[in-house]
């Protein structure tokens, strides 16, 4: 929705060299069918950051659970990692999946493989949600 600077109710804006101002009810939407569909194949996403393949658009939602064995302790167990993703579908509907390292979810007839986590687990240091980068591997079926 946009309105022009002359339409709004509030003088405190003529400071700004602006012509008016846009109200986005749905980012959803937004990026959902305006951003350009990424090229099948590897991709690294970061956390909450919305990827759109094909008509389908892709979040990893969150860390989950991460109990593989950071890598400057000796453990009797690797551990495992494990990420909830959330899918806008084509259809205009949603979906949601949990998948650790190795596993694969489909949405829209699109596979995504989650291949690895990065960064590794130290013990000295907790992992921020902004470090954290998901290799997939997307196709097309």
């Given at each position: 929705?946009?309105?022009p600077a002359a339409?709004?109710s509030s003088?405190h804006?003529?400071?700004?060299?602006?012509?008016?101002?846009?109200k986005v009810?749905?980012s959803?939407?937004?990026t959902?069918h305006s951003?350009?569909a990424?090229p099948?194949?590897n991709?690294?996403l970061?956390?909450?950051t919305p990827?759109k393949?094909?008509d389908t658009?892709?979040?990893?939602?969150?860390v989950i659970?991460?109990?593989?064995?950071?890598?400057d302790?000796?453990?009797?167990?690797?551990g495992?990692?494990s990420v909830?993703?959330?899918?806008?579908?084509?259809s205009?509907?949603?979906?949601t999946?949990?998948?650790q390292?190795?596993?694969?979810?489909?949405?829209?007839?699109i596979?995504?493989t989650?291949d690895?986590v990065t960064?590794?687990?130290?013990?000295?240091?907790?992992?921020?949600?902004s470090e954290?980068?998901?290799?997939?591997?997307?196709?097309?079926?």
């Amino acid at each position: 929705l946009f309105t022009p600077a002359a339409a709004l109710s509030s003088d405190h804006w003529k400071v700004y060299d602006i012509k008016g101002v846009i109200k986005v009810a749905s980012s959803n939407a937004f990026t959902k069918h305006s951003s350009p569909a990424m090229p099948f194949g590897n991709a690294m996403l970061e956390l909450r950051t919305p990827v759109k393949f094909g008509d389908t658009v892709i979040r990893v939602m969150d860390v989950i659970g991460d109990s593989r064995c950071p890598s400057d302790v000796t453990c009797i167990q690797a551990g495992k990692v494990s990420v909830a993703l959330s899918f806008d579908l084509a259809s205009g509907g949603s979906s949601t999946a949990i998948l650790q390292e190795g596993q694969t979810a489909t949405a829209d007839g699109i596979s995504f493989t989650l291949d690895k986590v990065t960064p590794y687990p130290v013990s000295t240091h907790k992992t921020a949600d902004s470090e954290y980068r998901f290799a997939f591997t997307v196709t097309n079926k």
